[in-house]
């Protein structure tokens, strides 16, 4: 099994515009082939920012690599990148393959 994540930092007020963005997206990763599980997970605020992170779960990394590469990843991330001022920096991905 592989956990893939990507940290944002979203600017202080902008936390109902981000939670929102994600709830209208179409993401298509249900149309991948060892997509097993989405969470969007709400962290910590501190004086700069909020911690926000999307958690997926896959089979494999192979799956979720062969995602990255589909046209429906394609297809999600056609509109990304619209309300740029939220954002306090590019996301930063983090992968891990699960060993227990």
């Not at 994600?22 to 920012?49: A, I, M, Y």
């Not at 979720?64 to 990148?81: D, I, L, Q, V, Y």
Request: some cysteine; glycine content about 8%; overall charge negative.
């Amino acid at each position: 099994m592989y956990i893939a994540m990507n940290r944002f930092r979203i600017a202080l007020g902008k936390e109902e515009i981000f939670t929102q963005i994600w709830k209208d997206r179409e993401t298509f990763v249900d149309e991948v082939p060892g997509f097993k599980e989405f969470h969007l997970l709400q962290g910590t605020t501190d004086e700069s920012c909020t911690l926000f992170v999307s958690h997926t779960v896959w089979e494999s990394k192979e799956a979720f690599e062969a995602w990255t590469n589909s046209e429906a990843f394609r297809k999600a991330h056609a509109s990304a990148g619209g309300a740029r001022d939220i954002y306090l920096g590019p996301p930063n991905f983090e992968g891990f393959e699960v060993v227990i």
